[in-house]
């Protein structure tokens, strides 16, 4: 019975140390097949962190390949908005605006989230992420996105912050 027992514990304890991939889940609301590139995003003080009206806020970005990022948030109202569009290569990088500018935390307070998009093609043209969306539309935005991007390789990775 014992023996049984710390089976079974161990089972259980050996289950949690396996890394997961959110991004399948992901994948499934955008009615895409998503790939591993994306092995972190967050903001530099870590998801769910707070941040307050005027804070510079930056991005800790992993990927596995080169390839083709863009950020998208969606404000508490709904509001979404592209805010950077950047070639990475593999590795960590922290995106924290172009050369010369900051991203700057803005009203409205709340729930921020914000999206890294990653296709192994250029940026669709003339597509943009502007508009007020419920996160069904922001979806299948950004399943449009991808779909015209021509990509073979895409992902999507979401965090989120809070503006107080």
Known sequence: MRVKLL????AILFSGCFPARSSLTVGLRFGIELNPVITRFEPDRGQAASYRVGDSVSFIITLTRPGYVVL?????????????????????????GPPGFRYEVRPP???????AIYTDTPHPSGFVFRGRYSLEL???????????????????AETYFYIH
Do not use: K, M
């Open 7 to 10: 089976l079974a514990l161990l």
């Open 72 to 96: 998208v948030g969606i404000d508490p109202d709904g509001v979404t908005y592209e805010f950077d569009r950047i070639y990475l290569n593999p590795g960590t990088h922290r995106l924290s």
């Open 109 to 115: 307070l709340g729930l921020q989230r914000v999206r």
């Open 138 to 156: 922001w979806d299948q935005q950004v399943s449009i996105y991808i779909q015209r991007a021509g990509s073979r390789v895409q992902d999507v």
